[in-house]
């Protein structure tokens, strides 16, 4: 059974550069899309983006100037990268594998553990 | 973007009742809505995919169902381990959305 774990520094100041990493257990990169959401009481549930096994990205247009998501298959690991972080980047991010379906469907169905972030001077 | 909204946002239930969550989309998205569960401090677990699909290990007691803008989360003999919040997702483009929630305490 696949499970992701994840880990990076959950205290930042404004304008600095946020930096996660997921590792995946159990199972391989190939046939999913990899990817990040964030939650936070004001914003709710959000897709950040995802990235497949051949390094294909995809973004949330309203993040995408700010946010980098980068696989490394020799390690089975992601990463995220958010900078310019304000205030409103605030929220416990989830590294997620999301599990394609009959077109156009698809579900996250594993998650990882969360790690909350904090943005503040 | 597309829009998902649910109703109620909150609810209060019994152990043993049945109860209905509702979620539409801003247009329509097909079958591409999947409902998630969470519990304080916890990631979403997936539940329902692909409008009525019951992911592997969910107990039968939950069901979905609906086409198109609305969507329908059932839960009937409610457990005290399914008071939880309750999320809908759209899967038909990205970027994908999720509506805000419905949270479901011990009556």
């Known amino acids: 059974q696949v499970q992701l774990q994840q880990w990076g520094a959950g205290l930042k100041k404004p304008s600095e550069t946020l930096s996660l990493t997921c590792a995946v257990y159990g199972g391989t990169f190939t046939n999913h899309y990899w990817g990040w959401i964030r939650q936070s009481p004001g914003r709710g549930l959000e897709w950040i983006g995802e990235?497949?096994?051949?390094?294909?990205?995809n973004y949330n247009p309203s993040l995408k100037s700010r946010v980098t998501i980068l696989v490394k298959k020799s390690t089975n690991q992601l990463s995220l990268k958010v900078i310019s972080l304000t205030d409103a980047d605030t929220a416990v991010y989830y590294c997620a594998r999301r599990w394609p379906l009959v077109k156009p469907s698809s579900c996250f169905d594993t998650w990882g553990q969360g790690t909350p972030v904090t943005v503040s001077a | 973007d597309i829009q998902m909204t649910q109703s109620p946002s909150s609810l209060s239930a019994s152990v043993g009742d049945r109860v209905t969550i509702t979620c539409r989309a801003s247009r329509s998205v097909s079958n591409s809505v999947n409902w998630y569960q969470q519990k304080p401090g916890k990631a979403p677990h997936l539940v329902i995919f692909?409008?009525?699909s019951l992911h592997s290990g969910v107990p039968s007691r939950f069901s979905g169902s609906g086409f198109g803008t609305d969507f329908t989360l059932a839960i009937s003999g409610l457990q005290p381990e399914d008071f939880a919040t309750y999320y809908c997702q759209q899967s038909y483009t990205s970027p994908f959305t999720f509506g805000p929630g419905t949270k479901m305490d011990v009556k």
């Open positions: 692909s409008a009525s």
């Open positions: 990235v497949n096994d051949s390094g294909d990205t």
